[in-house]
C-alpha cells in the first residue's frame, strides 16, 4: 500500500475509533490526529476538513453495505429485491450505531451531487451507478439517471431516518413495526 493510502487509512481509522469512544461532535481534528501518530498538518493534505473527513468514512461504509446488500438480495422481481435490499440494510445499521449516525449526518442530496461530480468519488460513483443499473426496473417512467438517483435517494432517506428514529428511547413502534410501513411506502414509491 502506498504511502497516502496508509496515512488516509490510519487518519480513518483513528477518527472512527475516536467517533467511537468521544462521539461525533467532541472529536477534533487534533483528538485524530493524536490518535494516528501523524502530524496535525498532515490532516490537511486529505481532508479539508472534519466535515470532508465524516464523508470519506460515509462514502465508505455505504459502498461496503451497498455491495454486501446487493449479495442478500432475494427475489423474483426487482421491487422484492429491493426490498430484501433496504431490510439487509436496516438490519446492518441497527448493528452499527455510529455507521447510522454518521450516515444519518451526511448522506444528503448533496453528497449525492458531490458524488457525481468530483472525480475523487470515483468508487461512490460506481457504486452509485451500480445501484441503478441492478434496480433500474423499478422505475416504470423513463427518467433521467439523476432523477432515479434522487428518488433512491429518498427512499435511503426514509430508511435511514427510521432506523435513526428507532433507537431514541421515546421511540413509539419497534423497528419490527416499522419495518412493514417502510416496505409498503416502498412499494408505492416505485409503482
Same mark, same amino acid.
Given at each position: ?5 496508509? &496515512?488516509?487509512?490510519?487518519? @480513518?481509522?483513528?477518527?472512527?475509533? $475516536? ?5 461525533? %461532535?467532541?472529536? $477534533?481534528? +487534533? %483528538? ?7 502530524? !496535525? ?6 481532508? &479539508?476538513?472534519?466535515? $470532508? ?5 460515509? !462514502?465508505?461504509?455505504? *459502498? ?6 446487493? @449479495?442478500?438480495?432475494?427475489?423474483? &422481481?426487482?421491487?422484492? +429485491?429491493?426490498?430484501?435490499?433496504? +431490510?439487509?440494510?436496516?438490519?446492518? !445499521?441497527?448493528?452499527?450505531?455510529? %455507521? !447510522? ?15 457525481? &461530480?468530483?472525480? +475523487? ?5 460506481? *457504486? ?12 416504470? @417512467?423513463?427518467?433521467? /439517471? $439523476? /432523477? ?13 431516518? *427510521? ?8 421511540? @413509539?413502534?419497534?423497528? %419490527? ?9 416502498? /412499494?408505492?414509491?416505485?409503482?
Amino acid at each position: 500500500m502506498e504511502k497516502k493510502k496508509i &496515512n488516509e487509512k490510519a487518519i @480513518v481509522d483513528a477518527a472512527l475509533n $475516536s467517533f467511537s469512544e468521544k462521539g461525533i %461532535d467532541k472529536t $477534533s481534528i +487534533r %483528538d485524530i490526529m493524536e490518535r494516528s501518530g501523524l502530524g !496535525l498538518g498532515t490532516f490537511y493534505l486529505y481532508f &479539508n476538513d472534519k466535515k $470532508s473527513l465524516e464523508e470519506k468514512i460515509v !462514502l465508505d461504509i455505504l *459502498t461496503n453495505l451497498i455491495y454486501q446488500a446487493e @449479495v442478500q438480495c432475494v427475489g423474483d &422481481n426487482a421491487s422484492d +429485491r429491493y426490498i430484501s435490499f433496504v +431490510r439487509y440494510i436496516i438490519d446492518e !445499521l441497527l448493528k452499527r450505531p455510529l %455507521d !447510522l449516525d454518521l450516515i444519518s449526518r451526511n448522506a444528503n442530496w448533496a453528497l449525492y451531487a458531490k458524488v457525481e &461530480n468530483d472525480h +475523487r468519488f470515483e468508487e461512490a460513483d460506481n *457504486t452509485l451507478k451500480f445501484i441503478l443499473s441492478r434496480f433500474d426496473s423499478l422505475f416504470n @417512467v423513463k427518467l433521467s /439517471e $439523476s /432523477e432515479k438517483l434522487f428518488i433512491i435517494s429518498i427512499t435511503f432517506n426514509i430508511v435511514i431516518s *427510521t432506523c435513526k428514529y428507532s433507537l431514541n428511547d421515546d421511540c @413509539v413502534l419497534t423497528i %419490527d413495526e416499522m419495518k412493514p410501513i417502510i416496505y409498503k411506502i416502498l /412499494e408505492k414509491i416505485f409503482r
